[in-house]
C-alpha cells in the first residue's frame, strides 16, 4: 500500500523560506513521478512542481524561480524548497506520486505566510 506522509509546514513571514519534505512507503519511488500540489482556501488545487524518474522537472509560472522540488531516491523522499515566500503561498501542500496512473496523496501540510 503506497503511504506520503508531509512534514516541514508551519507559519512564516513573507519573503522568508520553508522546506517540505515527503516520505513515500510501499511503492518503488525511483521510478516514479512525484510532486506538490496545494489549495488555498476557496480556490481549486493547484500543481506547483513535479519531478519525473528522470529529474525533469515543471513548475508552476507563479513559483518558477523561487521553489525547487528535488527528490532523493536513496530515502524515498521529495522535498520542496520554498524560497521568497508571499501571501499567496497559503495553502495546505499536499504531495503525490503517480504509480501507473494512479495518483495517490498525502494527508497535507499547511504552510501559512505572515505578513
Known amino acids: 500500500q503506497v503511504q506520503l506522509v508531509e512534514s516541514g509546514g508551519g507559519l512564516v513571514q513573507a519573503g522568508g523560506s520553508l522546506t517540505l519534505s515527503c516520505a513515500a512507503s510501499?511503492?518503488?519511488?525511483?521510478?516514479?513521478?512525484v510532486g506538490w500540489y496545494r489549495q488555498a482556501p476557496g480556490r481549486q488545487r493547484e500543481l506547483v512542481a513535479s519531478?519525473?524518474?528522470?529529474?525533469?522537472?515543471n513548475y508552476a509560472d507563479s513559483v518558477k524561480g523561487r521553489f525547487t522540488i528535488s527528490r532523493d531516491n536513496a530515502k524515498n523522499t521529495m522535498y520542496l524548497q520554498m524560497n521568497s515566500l508571499k501571501r499567496e503561498d497559503t495553502a495546505v501542500y499536499y504531495c503525490?506520486?503517480?504509480?501507473?496512473?494512479?495518483?495517490?496523496w498525502g494527508k497535507g501540510t499547511p504552510v501559512t505566510i505572515s505578513s
Open positions: 503525490y506520486l503517480d504509480q501507473l496512473g494512479v495518483a495517490y
Open positions: 510501499g511503492t518503488i519511488f525511483s521510478i516514479r513521478t
Open positions: 519531478i519525473t524518474r528522470a529529474g525533469i522537472t
